[in-house]
């Protein structure tokens, strides 16, 4: 996809995941792998009113290059990215349903079990939760990456999710996939429930 269509899908998914609830304010941002380096939501640049024209463009050194500043949270898709060398675009969203999961108190089973096809064949099996950092703190990086080796989609503790794609498309829909998961863990909490099997999970992963 050519560097301008890229920046016009940005801003296009980017007032779509506004629109619908899944970031409100200036939370949330999002990233994409281009030819030059990265292409990324500027700091304090609301999901609903962004401008194509004022992305943030940094090279493959996370050198801002070009366009308003990027997020302050550039840390956390620097080490998504770097663990996921197949990653095409990075979604962080505030969304109510996983930022209510990774504001719980922590238990002995995860956030969100594989009650669904769609979030094993999204997502995988296991959502992994990294603790609480104050949001720009570097030193989340090391866990997002030993996180991010593993799992393509990480809960962050109090905070939100960030999710991985091989393109930005993928990405949206793997973040929206995930919150409807966190909303279905919500409402199932304390019931009695059927997980997918270790056999039904491997048909899922493996067809």
């Known amino acids: 996809m050519k560097f301008l269509e890229t920046r016009a899908e940005m801003?296009?998914?980017?007032?779509s995941l506004f629109q619908r609830g899944y970031s409100v304010g200036s939370a949330g941002n999002i990233s994409v792998r281009?030819?030059?380096?990265?292409?990324?939501?500027?700091?304090?640049?609301?999901?609903?009113?962004?401008?194509?024209?004022?992305?943030?463009?940094l090279d493959h050194g996370w050198n801002h290059i070009s366009g308003d500043a990027p997020s302050k949270e550039v840390v956390m898709h620097r080490a998504m990215y770097e663990a996921r060398?197949?990653?095409?675009?990075?979604?962080?969203?505030?969304?109510?349903?996983v930022t209510a999961l990774s504001c719980l108190a922590p238990g002995t089973g995860p956030l969100i079990k594989p009650h669904t096809?769609?979030?094993?064949?999204?997502?995988?099996?296991?959502?992994?939760?990294?603790?609480?950092?104050?949001?720009g703190d570097p030193g989340m990086e090391r866990d997002i990456f030993e996180a991010a080796r593993e799992a393509k989609a990480i809960i962050l503790g109090n905070h939100g999710s960030i999710v991985a794609g091989k393109s930005l498309v993928n990405a949206v829909d793997s973040a929206e996939e995930l919150e409807v998961s966190a909303q279905l863990a919500l409402l199932l909490r304390g019931r009695d429930t059927r997980p997918l099997t270790a056999v039904e999970i491997d048909a899922l992963v493996n067809r």
């Open 11 to 15: 801003v296009e998914l980017a007032a």
């Open 34 to 57: 281009v030819a030059d380096g990265y292409l990324m939501t500027p700091t304090n640049s609301s999901l609903g009113r962004l401008d194509a024209e004022s992305l943030s463009l």
């Open 85 to 97: 060398p197949d990653t095409g675009a990075i979604v962080h969203l505030h969304s109510t349903h």
């Open 117 to 135: 096809p769609y979030l094993v064949m999204r997502l995988g099996e296991d959502i992994p939760l990294v603790p609480y950092y104050k949001p």
